[in-house]
């Protein structure tokens, strides 16, 4: 669990930290967040691999159609690895019959934004949770629903 918690440190140190400011003890929190949540939640993690190395994860929170993380290790970003991610995590909540995802992300962080917003995931309500920590104070709520092409034919693959 330390390699998952390590990706997800080093992405947020690199797109979300300079958001919040360093705050004494902020680092050490987080990674701690990040570890307990991998060791919690296993079962919940999709990882991304390049061969047998750890590059990227996803992970569901309590309720299972809550995105609760994505991390992409800093250099394999823009590389389709996070839309791979999201895609398996989407079609694994169709299968268990979920009807939408849903996620909590910043408003000024631009490339989570344009992510989400060309996955389909739509603003449904600002959040403002200052119970957190680190304190979320321009965090915004996304979600997509989900749904199966019902009148899609499909292909046998065998000439008629």
Known sequence: MRRLAGIAYDAWCADILPLVGDTPGLRMREYARFRQFADQNIRRIIVAREGERPVGWIGRGRMP???????VAPEAQRQGIGSLLLSRLESLAMLEGQTHLW?????????????????????????GREDRH???????????????????????????
Do not use: C, W
């Not at 159609?65 to 991390?71: G, I």
């Not at 680190?134 to 008629?160: H, W, Y």
């Open 103 to 127: 996620l909590d992300t910043f408003a000024e962080l631009k490339s989570a934004m344009g992510f989400y917003h060309r996955h389909g995931y739509r603003p449904i309500m600002p959040r």
């Open 65 to 71: 159609n809550y995105v609760a993380f994505l991390f």
């Open 134 to 160: 680190p304190p979320e104070r321009n965090g915004v709520r996304l979600a997509k629903p989900l749904t199966i092409l019902q009148d899609t034919p499909i292909k046998s693959g065998k000439k008629t």
